[in-house]
């Protein structure tokens, strides 16, 4: 297995860093504070062809490999989650899903605008009372001649009151329990669709994120995506690709917290010299880095699977367990090296803390990661097909 980057990747890095030093990491601070970012982020992202990294040309992306995606979601995270987590689900939810289940017609009408960055998709799954037991939604989907009826609430969506369509799962026959979910394409304009942001959260805090309401929503069967049933491995296949940025972008704010750890350690002295000099914050120091680089080595190790046309469930659940622990580790002895100064705003430590919660909880808790490795070693659970994979690259037909 090759992890060394090509040219692209190297320039694609350097191009998204100066970005995030140029246009995030001055403003954060203020964003977090008021609650949204500038909304010019996004054209700028779609200008750097960033929402479509890892699509297709043919569907208006720029045909790039899934660990250029990875890239991309190192870098945006070691501005802020925020910015990660924006990509995460309009690509990594979205985005990916329509590429991997999505007919030729959904294709042309939202994987390529959304690609280009001319729209914003998101993805809704969790309900109130429907998180890690995906089964126990309460969303149902009702035929209707050509059109299905949607009722039921999805909370704790990112890009909430921002995206201008939802992947949405919802019952179609509840007797079948998860066999009987299937997967639909919602756009904002539908009557009795409604949003409503979550107001006061502990981390993210410049990313909107909150609930969806359907109240007899009118949905074309022309926007089910995939069969009647398919949609507990639709949801599946999609949380593949979802950690799978998690994950990556974990790595960047252990990244984060390494320079600002580092710069701190190289000018605060304590008992006659630099912090940077004892041993317990070296301790701390090294233990950033071992993380950071087995994650980016779980990472890649995943995202070349997914080149490959491989399924990757195993491996990302790894990496998007280790990395976001590792993450949230590697913020707290942030904090910790900063002493009182890490409590504070005054330095960006306190709110990597805050950030690195989220990602140990969203797309499989830690819990549930644990549970699944478990399985795999015992021989309780198979990686089963999901039937249709996301397409090899490089892409064909280009």
């Not at 280009?116 to 890690?132: H, N, V, W």
């Not at 035929?143 to 949405?168: M, P």
């Not at 995202?303 to 998007?320: D, P």
Request: glycine residues 10%.
């Amino acid at each position: 297995m090759n992890f060394s980057f090509s040219e692209e990747q190297v320039l694609l890095r350097k191009t998204v860093r100066q970005f995030v030093d140029n246009e995030i990491i001055p403003h954060i601070s203020e964003w977090d504070s008021k609650g949204s970012f500038d909304p010019a982020i996004w054209k700028r992202l779609a200008d750097l062809g960033l929402m479509g990294v890892c699509i297709p040309e043919k569907y208006g992306g720029s045909g790039m490999d899934y660990n250029a995606l990875a890239i991309v979601c190192e870098e945006l995270e070691r501005g802020d989650t925020t910015f990660r987590t924006a990509v995460s689900v309009h690509t990594g939810l979205n985005s990916m899903t329509i590429l991997q289940w999505g007919t030729e017609d959904q294709k042309q009408k939202f994987l390529l605008p959304q690609a280009k960055g001319e729209k914003i998709g998101a993805f809704g799954l969790t309900e109130p009372g429907a998180g890690s037991d995906v089964a126990a939604l309460s969303t149902t989907a009702v035929r209707e001649g050509d059109d299905y009826i949607l009722n039921g609430q999805k909370t704790w969506i990112s890009l909430c009151d921002t995206a201008d369509h939802f992947i949405v799962f919802a019952y179609t026959d509840k007797s079948k329990k998860h066999q009987g979910i299937s997967a639909f394409i919602v756009e904002r304009s539908r009557e009795g669709f409604s949003s409503k942001a979550i107001k006061g959260k502990y981390g993210i805090r410049a990313g909107n994120t909150g609930e969806l309401f359907f109240e007899d929503v009118r949905i074309p069967a022309a926007n089910r995506l995939g069969e009647e049933g398919e949609g507990f491995k639709i949801a599946m296949a999609s949380l593949d690709n979802g950690r799978f940025t998690v994950a990556a972008g974990a790595c960047g704010l252990i990244s984060a917290c390494l320079e600002e750890s580092v710069r701190y350690c190289q000018t605060r002295s304590t008992f006659g010299k630099l912090i940077g000099e004892h041993q317990l914050v070296q301790q701390m120091i090294a233990r950033m880095e071992a993380g950071y680089q087995m994650s980016r080595l779980l990472v890649y190790r995943a995202g070349e699977l997914k080149n490959q046309g491989v399924r990757n469930t195993r491996e990302t659940s790894l990496a998007k367990w280790q990395a976001c622990d590792f993450a949230n580790r590697a913020a707290d002895d942030a904090v910790q090296i900063h002493g009182a100064y890490g409590y504070s705003d005054d330095y960006p430590v306190a709110r990597f803390l805050r950030n690195s919660k989220a990602p140990v909880i969203y797309e499989g808790t830690r819990e549930i990661h644990t549970i699944m490795q478990a399985e795999y070693v015992l021989g309780m659970r198979e990686d089963k097909s999901l039937n249709r994979m996301l397409p090899k690259w490089p892409f064909e037909d280009q």
